[in-house]
């Protein structure tokens, strides 16, 4: 009997237990998920985009399904950051999961002054940036689309906070790996990608806009070749761990993200059908390591096999 | 309530005049506490479409000898409802609930319940509580024609039983009067017949409903249906309008709101 694989990942200077993460904007600030799933599980929560102000988020429909998958345009409703730390963060220090803070701002300024807030904040493992959000009108799209942008927002983060710095990056773009070059450049230490695929749904009867905001983000199973090939592509070229997201919900679904060069995934819509999708994937990973005679995830970790030179 | 997620056996489909249904499940023990206005979370179908899970009210409980069971009344609208309706005995459905802030019990009666169409889901539950508690109340019931009523002999006994009655109505006129529900309800309304009011059906009714109750200076509250994702307060997709300013969650403040809470 072989010992158990090693879960354990490192993603530059951030240690995760397992390379099972929970995606922004899919788990809440944590404690909604508390008595549905095992939050000591996790290799750690990402919560929910956090603005310096409170944010109303946009007017309902806000959510529309779409065959294997789901659209949104929440609008970055969140509590703000102020509460979040006062109210949120303590009550998630009673679980071990590493909590990463996800950012948004609308002005390029705004994200350091975020940064700032949280730096002090031990109970924070890292901090990760959403510069990619499709809902909102003004901030988030705009940073994320434009390098040179990107870099000096990204650079205005890297000097305030020592935590380990991420940056989620668009998948709206041609070359996503310019915009994870700029990040590196700026001192990001590791990439998410991706965030929701632009997109847009239609009543057949009703003639409206499945979503109020017409166009909205489309996430789940339907966007996970998109998200593979990002993936590929970005680590690839740019040179820093990346996160793999997009229609994470099998064993199968996380190796696959691994062999593209992931070393670590966040699973997203999955949880709003099954709150404990995160944890079974631990369970899952470990015995497809062991079945594979592998001790390693890191064994994994961009092992895809071309068909030729890529 | 402690919400938990389980794997909940399907007992029995009844089919009702179509496109409405109810679906029996056999539910962990915890579900014999369930208030009218809970709801529930239910896989309708494995596999990728319908991809998340469907919200339902709880539509009435038992307990006995074999366990605790709900009941859920649907209407088959598209390929969520469709499936589940195709469900059959024996089989197992993820299930999360109960869920939401439920109906708060009407201190004294007399009490006016308005359903519109499958509107009717919590109110049943609340109707059957009502009736074993003895406050009094009347029902009424409206949709489109004499289908779109179903469990309306039910409702009534449950009416009668407190010494209420169930006024239908529809606007084909093929079973009790003629028109929409709100005429009947809205003289006595006026004329203070009635302690408390509950709703549950299509939004401008409801929103009618808003404006009737406080003319009438009668305390109300709805059940409303949105669009959910979660259920539980993750995904924010299921925003009301909240008379504050801001927006509230169906799931989580609600489904049941008080009237005067709601941007209408």
């Known amino acids: 009997m072989n010992a158990a694989p090693e879960l354990a990942v490192r993603l530059g200077p951030l240690e995760l237990p397992n390379p099972i993460l929970t995606a922004s904007g899919t788990f809440g600030y944590g404690l909604e998920f508390a008595h549905l799933a095992a939050l000591e599980r996790l290799g750690g929560l990402v919560t929910k985009g956090l603005s310096l102000a409170p944010l109303p988020g946009n007017p309902p429909p806000r959510i529309a399904e779409a065959r294997g998958g789901v659209l949104n345009s929440i609008g970055l409703q969140n509590i703000g950051i102020e509460r979040f730390l006062a109210d949120v963060l303590p009550g998630l220090a009673r679980y071990p999961a590493r909590v990463i803070v996800n950012l948004f701002g609308y002005e390029l300024d705004d994200y350091a002054r975020l940064a700032e807030r949280v730096e002090p904040h031990a109970g924070v493992a890292a901090v990760e940036l959403n510069v990619s959000c499709p809902n909102v009108k003004r901030g988030g799209i705009e940073f994320g689309h434009d390098p040179e942008v990107l870099e000096r927002l990204v650079r205005g983060v890297r000097g305030v906070t020592g935590k380990p710095l991420i940056v989620k990056l668009s998948p709206n773009v041609a070359q996503p790996w310019l915009l994870g070059e700029a990040a590196k450049a700026g001192g990001a230490d590791a990439l998410s990608a991706i965030n929701t695929v632009l997109a847009m749904a239609i009543d057949p009867w009703t003639r409206r806009p499945r979503l109020h905001t017409a166009r909205g983000g489309l996430s789940g199973p339907a966007i996970k070749p998109i998200a593979v090939r990002v993936v590929y592509d970005v680590a690839r070229r740019v040179g820093l761990p990346v996160i793999g997201i997009g229609g994470v919900e099998t064993v199968d679904d996380v190796v696959e993200f691994l062999l593209a060069g992931a070393t670590a995934v966040q699973v997203g819509t999955a949880l709003f059908r099954d709150p404990r999708t995160a944890e079974r994937l631990v369970d899952g990973l470990a015995e497809r390591l062991t079945t594979l005679g592998l001790t390693r995830v890191s064994d994994l970790v961009g092992a895809v096999r071309p068909w030729a030179e890529p | ?264």
């Open chain 2, 1 to 264: 309530m402690v919400p938990r997620d389980s794997a909940a056996r399907v007992l029995a489909v009844v089919q009702h005049p179509l496109p409405y249904f109810t679906v029996a499940l056999e539910v962990p023990a915890a579900y014999a506490e369930a208030e009218p206005g809970h709801f529930v979370m239910i896989e309708t179908r494995g596999g990728l479409e319908p991809y998340l899970r469907r919200a339902f009210s709880i539509h009435d409980v038992s307990s006995g000898p074999d366990g605790v069971r709900i009941e859920l009344l649907g209407k088959v609208v598209g390929r969520g409802t469709a499936a589940l309706a195709a469900a059959r005995p024996g089989e197992l459905r993820a299930l999360l609930g109960p869920l939401g802030r439920p109906f708060a019990a009407p201190a004294a009666g007399p009490v006016a319940l308005v359903a519109g169409g499958v509107g009717s889901a919590p109110l049943f539950l609340l109707a059957r509580r009502l009736a074993e508690r003895g406050t009094r109340f009347d029902i009424f019931y409206g949709g489109r024609s004499a289908a779109d009523l179903p469990r309306r002999e039910e409702l009534a006994a449950f009416a009668e039983r407190a010494g209420g009655e169930l006024v239908a109505t529809t606007e084909d006129g093929s079973f009790g009067r003629r028109g929409l529900v709100t005429a009947p309800l809205e003289q006595r309304l006026r004329e203070g017949r009635y302690a408390a009011l509950a709703a549950c059906g299509p939004m401008p009714l409801l929103a009618r409903l808003a404006e009737l109750t406080a003319a009438a200076g009668v305390a109300g509250e709805a059940a409303l249906e949105t669009e959910m994702g979660c259920g539980f307060g993750a995904c924010l997709g299921c925003a009301v309008p909240h008379v504050d300013g801001r927006y509230a969650l169906c799931c989580k403040d609600g489904p049941v709101f008080r009237f005067d809470e709601v941007r209408w």
